[in-house]
């Protein structure tokens, strides 16, 4: 699987858009009708229930948060990058 976006902004922009074109699809795993999409409030929330892929916007504070799936955690160095740090929520 290749990834395509960078960081947790892009990685809600892809999911926004693979949740339309793609019919529920993961921009994770890449399969279909597995992500759903739920709004807290200010913040819209995608989340792929194969490979536990979530991210979220809050659009009070305009900051997003990814987490890749466990299997791609594993495998992936997404994680070992300081920006997915930054990018967590405040509390
Ligand atoms: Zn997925």
């Not at 466990?70 to 930054?86: I, Q």
Request: proline share 5%; net charge negative; glycine share 6%.
């Amino acid at each position: 699987m290749k990834h395509t976006a960078q960081s947790p902004i892009e990685w809600f922009a892809e999911a926004a858009r693979w949740y339309v074109e793609a019919h529920q699809g993961c921009p994770c795993c890449g399969h279909q009708h597995c992500v759903f999409r739920s709004e807290w409030g200010p913040r819209i929330e995608y989340y792929c229930s194969l490979c536990d892929f979530s991210t979220c916007h809050d659009r009070q504070t305009g900051r997003c948060y990814a987490a890749l799936g466990e299997e791609n955690a594993r495998s992936g160095d997404l994680f070992a990058d300081p920006y997915l740090v930054d990018a967590m929520p405040a509390r």
